[in-house]
């Protein structure tokens, strides 16, 4: 079996999309019902946590993150429509998709555990970057910008995953390393379109990746993203790490001087080290 092209490798997880047959954890029926009742706004908290308790490894897991120090509730939350009415029932169903695509970064293959452990880690560090940075923009969600921060790289996994079936591949670890730069962007696009996901997420997704990505409005998610995807822990070694990063329009958005280190920003180590608890050691 020989070592697929670029073009060869995308055109595979396209047809393999389209017919169905792409190796990819969907989202649990109870994650899709729960996204679509909380962004109706004539739900009550009732309705919502009904269909989120038909699930009572999710409804449990929720409310460990509800309870987590990341959001400091004043009092121990112990059901799931005291959760919803006390932190809003967006906050709630960015967390349930939080936690559901934790579970895609997930494998059962030894050969890749490795690997998928590390991009989840790396995930997980650019959301706590991402939720700080929002939290200091009047018109971006913290939640939000933590779910496009755990979401950012999905094309990476059905990559990872069709390896598997290519011992060619799998064994050089230098044309595995290119195809994953060089697609996850289009194949997570092609992922989240697939899902149906909102257009602010589809376009993290694409653009996270997009340095010299330009805008005429304020600062929206995929900025952010982009900035905390630079600066990551994870991303010691990247090859961004030789660009300029004077000529990043996100940074100017921002309002941040490209010199400046999100994780030296005040409560980003603490956040960081929050997030990563919720999602990593939990």
Do not use: C
Not at 24 to 47: C, G, Q, Y
Not at 163 to 171: G, I, K, Q, T, Y
Not at 215 to 237: E, R, T
Not at 256 to 266: D, K, P, Y
């Amino acid at each position: 079996m020989n070592i697929p092209t670029r073009e060869e490798f995308l055109q595979s997880i396209k047809n393999d999309l389209e017919n169905e047959r792409l190796i990819l954890p969907s989202f649990p029926e109870v994650a899709i019902k729960a996204r679509e009742a909380a962004n109706d706004e004539n739900t009550t908290a009732e309705e919502l946590a009904a269909i989120i308790n038909t699930d009572a490894a999710l409804s449990a897991r929720l409310l460990k993150v509800a309870n987590s120090p990341l959001f400091r509730a004043r009092n121990k939350i112990e059901n799931i429509q005291i959760a919803i009415t006390r932190m809003g029932s967006r906050v709630v169903r960015n967390l349930i998709m939080s936690i559901t695509v934790e579970q895609m970064f997930n494998t059962k293959s030894k050969v890749l555990a490795e690997r998928f452990k590390n991009a989840w880690q790396h995930s997980v560090q650019v959301a706590a970057f991402s939720r700080v940075l929002a939290a200091s923009s009047s018109n971006l969600d913290p939640e939000q910008a933590m779910l496009a921060g755990l979401f950012h790289d999905i094309g990476v996994l059905p990559i990872l995953m069709a390896a598997e079936n290519n011992p060619n591949l799998l064994a050089d670890t230098i044309a595995l390393d290119r195809l994953v730069e060089e697609l996850h962007t289009d194949v997570g696009k092609l992922i989240v379109e697939h899902w149906d996901f909102p257009n602010n997420l589809t376009e993290v997704v694409w653009e996270h990746e997009n340095l010299l990505r330009d805008h005429p409005s304020d600062a929206d998610y995929s900025d952010i993203v982009l900035v905390a995807n630079l600066q990551s822990p994870s991303k010691d070694n990247h090859t961004h790490n030789n660009v300029d990063w004077s000529t990043i329009p996100a940074f100017t958005k921002l309002g941040l001087n490209h010199e400046t280190e999100v994780i030296e920003i005040e409560g980003v180590a603490e956040q960081l080290e929050e997030v990563e608890e919720i999602f990593i050691t939990a």
